[in-house]
C-alpha cells in the first residue's frame, strides 16, 4: 500500500466536455478506499492524511472545466494554480489549451496520481506542490488564474483560504472557485470581494439535478 492507497483500486473514466475528451484514472470504489483508510487510523502507530477525498471527479471540478471552455477563456500563455486539485481536470484542461499550469494539493497521494493522468491524456506533467493553503509560509509566486474546484468545506479556514489566494494573485488575477452550494459559501469572499470584481455564474453538469456556482473574482 502506498500512501494508504493500493494501485490495483483504480478504474479509468472518460469526460467528454464539449469538443474536449478526456481519461481520467481514479479509485474504483471510494468507499471502500474510506473504509481501509480509517481501518488504518486505528492503528495508533500510524500518521495518516486526511480521508482520500482527491481520488473522485467531484461535479465542481467538471462544472469548472465546463465553464472555462463554454467562456472560451484565454489561456494560452496564463500562469495558472489550482488549489486542492486532486485529480486536476481543470488544470488538464488549461494545460491541453496552453497554459502554464501548476497544482497544489495536501495529500501525498495526489503527484503520482496526477502524474499518470497527465500521460494518459498525453500532456507534460504539470509542477505539483505537496502543501495546503494553510500553511502560511507557502509561497509559490504569483499568477493569472486561480482555480478551486468544492473546496469551501470548511467555513473556518476561509481566512485563510482568502490569504493565500491573495498572496498568489497577480496583479489582476482572475479567481475561479467551484462549488455544489455548500452550507456556508456565502461567508467565503469576504476580503476579496473588496479588492475584486465579483461575480457568480451557475453552470449545470451531466448526470447532476442541482447547478455548480461558479464565484469569479476579477483583482486589479
Known sequence: ???????????????????????????????????????????????LPEPPLFGSLWPSAEGLASWLLAKTWPLRGQRVLEIGCGLGLPSLLCARLGAQVETMDHHPGVASLLARNCQR?????????????????????????????????????????????????????????????RYAVSRFGSTLKKKSHYENEKVMVDGHDLPIDIHHFKLG
Open 1 to 47: 500500500m502506498n500512501n494508504g492507497i493500493m494501485e490495483n483500486r483504480f478504474t479509468v473514466k472518460t469526460v467528454q466536455l464539449a469538443q474536449e475528451r478526456f481519461e481520467l484514472e481514479l479509485f474504483a470504489d471510494l468507499d471502500r478506499e474510506f473504509s481501509a483508510h480509517f481501518d488504518e487510523l486505528s492503528d495508533p502507530a500510524k500518521d
Open 121 to 181: 491524456n498525453q500532456l507534460k506533467s504539470l509542477t505539483f506542490h505537496l502543501t495546503s493553503f494553510q500553511n502560511a509560509r507557502t509561497r509559490l509566486g504569483t499568477y493569472d488564474l486561480i482555480l478551486g474546484s468544492d473546496i469551501l468545506y470548511e467555513p473556518d479556514l476561509y481566512p485563510q483560504l482568502e490569504d493565500f489566494i491573495l498572496r498568489h494573485a497577480g496583479q489582476k488575477c482572475h479567481v475561479l472557485i467551484a462549488d455544489p452550494g
